[in-house]
């Protein structure tokens, strides 16, 4: 989704954006339906040689000044290419995690600038070795256009099968075990004894779905939880919930806390990795410790109870989502590239 907005939004005076992706990629598909310039590249591991040629010769080619890299098979092929390509273009990283790495070498050696999605990853990547001053936090920004609760009044709870009068708290993240969806079905025994019409919505999918079954058939919640699977129309979504919640294990810089409250959406969330940064505790939500169900029930079920509260936060909510925009985030990638190319040609 960052790569995405990052491509639709680059200025087309300054620069020519072109997306290199695995064959039968979606995120090919995406970008080609916007209009986006694509080429495919099978990369079969890591260090693949016969992508590196493919790579040499798409940026001869193609006369690619900056490569923009993601992940590890792209980074290590992509930027042993860049080195080895007679234009040499400039490399930038992005680490979008901050959990534990076991190479700096792309880091340290194989990159000329890293971006971070989050100050905590930044200074957590510093901590585990990479020069600091090749380690530059460009925050994920959110559409304040598209999530923007005056002009999306529409929600999904017809759809759904939610009452328009239920009080529905939820959240929206691939089901994985660092997303914590387990404490928040823990949680939600708590809440639903207190508010037993209330619903819980968990959007999404992901490898431990029948995990999270199984819990709700443990817990007997089946009546109470909502599971529609991935939802394209996020802002309509996220207008069908009262609270967002974010149990999260570990976290870089979740976007999706952002446009919950660019929806005026008041947020309970785990106090781990970049979420302290743009979550205040009391003021636009709640903060709680990771793991801790009993926090998360507690902090819902006081928001549940108290609808000017919810108001008033998600009004909050909604002034930091503006201070950390799409736009800023386009503008810093920006400098950020112009810079690059100013060193390059001296």
């Excluded at 050696?109 to 930044?122: I, L, S």
């Excluded at 009452?163 to 708590?190: Q, W």
């Amino acid at each position: 989704m960052r790569i995405m907005r990052e491509l639709i939004g680059l200025s087309r005076e300054s620069f020519r954006p072109l997306l290199v992706c695995q064959p039968e990629s979606q995120l090919a598909k995406k970008a080609e339906a916007q209009g986006i310039d694509v080429e495919l590249v099978k990369i079969r591991g890591n260090i693949d040689p016969i992508s590196v040629i493919k790579f040499i010769r798409l940026f001869h080619r193609r006369k690619v000044n900056i490569v923009h890299t993601h992940s590890n098979a792209d980074s290590w092929n992509a930027a042993i290419a860049a080195k080895l390509s007679s234009g040499r273009p400039t490399v930038v990283r992005t680490r979008h995690l901050s959990v534990p790495f076991n190479n700096r070498l792309i880091y340290n050696f194989m990159a000329d600038r890293v971006v971070t999605v989050g100050e905590a990853v930044r200074q957590f990547m510093i901590r585990k070795g990479i020069r600091p001053q090749k380690v530059l936090t460009i925050s994920s920004g959110v559409d304040v256009d598209r999530f923007n609760p005056e002009k999306v009044r529409e929600t999904l709870r017809d759809k759904l099968g939610i009452p328009s009068d239920a009080l529905v708290f939820g959240t929206a993240a691939i089901f994985r075990r660092n997303k914590g969806h387990r404490f928040l079905l823990e949680a939600a025994s708590t809440i639903l004894d207190r508010f037993p019409t209330a619903k819980l919505l968990l959007a999404g999918d992901g490898p431990q779905k029948g995990n999270l079954l199984q819990i709700i058939d443990e817990k007997h919640l089946q009546s109470s939880v909502v599971m529609p699977g991935f939802v394209e129309d996020m802002p309509r979504l996220l207008n069908s919930l009262d609270i967002f919640v974010f149990p999260s294990v570990e976290e870089a810089f979740p976007n999706a806390i952002l446009e919950a409250m660019a929806m005026n959406k008041p947020v309970v969330a785990t106090r781990v990795g970049g979420i302290p940064d743009i979550l205040e505790d009391g003021e636009t939500g709640y903060l709680v410790e990771p793991e801790n169900s009993d926090a998360i029930a507690d902090r819902v079920i006081k928001l549940l109870s108290n609808q000017q509260l919810r108001l008033e936060m998600g009004q909050k909510g909604r002034q930091v989502a503006l201070e950390n925009n799409q736009q800023i985030m386009i503008e810093k990638l920006e400098r950020l590239y112009s810079g690059l190319m100013e060193n390059f040609h001296k």
